[in-house]
């Protein structure tokens, strides 16, 4: 999936429950997260390797998933995301990807 297309996506996914309840603040609070979501996504993914890094992480998680394993997805989905911001923080601080 394409960084265009993961957008569209992310903006779809949360939407809908926002137009239920045309709370403006919450749409508003949301829509700022999202970006720096998106922002950070995109910072982590920029570093050398991550991309294929990622595609393993998912592939891993998915397959916990179809296996029902609960624990394992969780620690999969865990490990996942302190990559991810690890890598972000990375390329946010301007140091050399390791």
Known sequence: MSSASAARSDRR???S????GRTVRATDILGRVQARVRLLRAT???QPGRRLQVVA??????E??????AGRATE???AH???AAASGVTALSGDPAT
Request: glycine share 0%; proline share 4%; aromatic share 4%.
């Open 13 to 15: 996914t949360y939407a």
């Open 57 to 62: 992480e998912i592939r891993a998680l998915v």
């Open 44 to 46: 982590s993914l920029s």
């Open 64 to 69: 916990a998933i179809a296996a029902r394993d």
């Open 17 to 20: 429950p926002l137009m239920i």
């Open 76 to 78: 999969l989905c865990d």
């Open 81 to 83: 995301l302190h990559e």
